[in-house]
Nanobody, 119 residues
Framework: VQLQASGGGLVQAGGSLRLSCAAS????????MGWYRQAPGKQREFVAT???????TYADSVKGRFTVSRDNAKNTVYLQMNKLKPEDTAVYYC??????????????WGQGTLVTVSS
């Protein structure tokens, strides 16, 4: 199973970006999908998650600005980021809680996509 993230880039403060992350490979189902981020010199932190049924959870720092969604038919999770701030600058990592053929559940991570917000 592989997760491929895309959509990062350079944007001015107040702008918007949309990240995508597509899962591919052999899998039975994907439970939670979501996003973490890691800013330079800081630990990786939770951003948002969405269950297979569509229930979402957000970090306080992004509530009201970011929206996580998914397309189960495409095994893809999205992160719409609005009203971006310089402190949102980070490498964004997607993940998926994947159930395989043996019913084992494994967390897979994407390779990360860089978001840079200029002031």
């Amino acid at each position: 199973v592989q997760l491929q993230a895309s959509g990062g880039g350079l944007v001015q403060a107040g702008g918007s970006l949309r990240l995508s992350c597509a899962a591919s490979g052999t899998m039975v189902s994907i439970n939670d999908m979501g996003w973490y981020r890691q800013a330079p010199g800081k630990q990786r932190e939770f951003v948002a998650t969405i269950t297979s049924g569509g229930t979402t959870t957000y970090a306080d720092s992004v509530k009201g600005r970011f929206t996580v969604s998914r397309d189960n038919a495409k095994n893809t999770v999205y992160l719409q980021m609005n009203k971006l701030k310089p402190e949102d600058t980070a490498v964004y990592y997607c993940y998926g809680d994947v159930r395989g053929g043996s019913s084992a559940r494994i967390i897979y991570w994407g390779q990360g996509t860089l978001v840079t917000v200029s002031s």
